[in-house]
C-alpha cells in the first residue's frame, strides 16, 4: 500500500555546496548521506516537516544523472511515493503493464527502490521506496506542503497519478488549467506546459514555515535572495539549491 510522499529530490552539482543551503540555511537536519558508487551519484536525505528532501550529485559523467544535469541543469529530478512492500507494488505494476526501469527492487538511500519509467507517469521521474525500519520524524524549522509539474495533458496525468498511486483529487479548473492531488497532506499541483518549460518535469516545491520572518532574516543574512509575495517567499533557484522554492506560512 502506498502511504505518503517519501521525498522529492533535486539534482545538485555540488553535494556539499548545497547542503550549504539546505542543511545551514533552511536548517533542515540531514538524516543520512552515502556515496551510491552503483547509481554514479552522491546523495543526502533531510527532513522537511513528515517528508524529505533528497539531494543528489552526479560522480563521473556517464550516468542518467549527469546527462540530466547537463541538459537542464541543477533542478527537480524526481518524487518518491513510500510503499508498505516495494516487491508487492513492483509486481502489481508489471502485472497492470506498467513500464518500469527497475524490474525488481534494488537498495538506495531511501531504502528499497523501484523507479518506474517516465512514460508510464505523464513523462515525470517517479520512484516507489520501502524504508529498511521506520525511523521517528524529527521536528523542523519547515515542511514539505507541495511540489509542482508541468505535463503535456493534465487531465490525463493526474488520472494517471490517482491510478497509481492512490492519491486523491482536491481543487482542479475543467478547462485543464490545473489540478490539485494529494496524499497524506501533501499536494502534487499540475499545470500545462508553458512559461518556459517545454517538456514535462517537476518545477517548484512549496514548503511552509513556522517563523516566516526568521527564515526571510536568515536568507538575507546569507545574500540569497528572495521576493515577498502572497504566496509567501519565493526563494529563485540558484546554484547550490537545484530548485525553486515558495514558502508560505504554516496553517
Known sequence: MITR??????????????????????????LR????PDQGVRAALLA??????ELIAPVGSETGVSRFLES?????????FESDDVVREVRRFVGTGVDMVDAKPRQGLAGKVAFVQPRACA??????????????IPRTPLALAAVHAKVESVDAAARRFRDLFGMSEGL?????????????GIVLQLT????????????????????????ARRLGERGIPCEESAV????????????????GPER
Open 123 to 136: 513523462k515525470l521521474l517517479v520512484e516507489l521506496a520501502t524504508p529498511a525500519e521506520a525511523a521517528p
Open 172 to 184: 482542479s479548473a475543467n478547462d485543464g488549467a490545473f489540478a490539485q492531488l494529494a496524499l497524506a
Open 48 to 53: 522537511c516537516g513528515s517528508a524529505e528532501v
Open 192 to 215: 500545462p506546459l508553458g512559461h518556459g518549460v517545454t517538456k514535462p518535469a517537476l518545477t517548484v516545491l512549496r514548503l511552509t514555515a513556522g517563523d516566516l520572518p526568521g527564515l
Open 5 to 30: 510522499i517519501h521525498h522529492v529530490a533535486a539534482v545538485v552539482r555540488d553535494l556539499e555546496a548545497s547542503l550549504g543551503f539546505w542543511r545551514d540555511t533552511l536548517e533542515l537536519p540531514v
Open 33 to 36: 548521506s552515502a556515496d551510491l
Open 232 to 247: 509567501g517567499l519565493v526563494v529563485a533557484p540558484r546554484p547550490g539549491t537545484g530548485a525553486p522554492l515558495i514558502v
Open 72 to 80: 537542464r541543469g541543477e533542478g527537480l529530478h524526481h518524487v518518491c
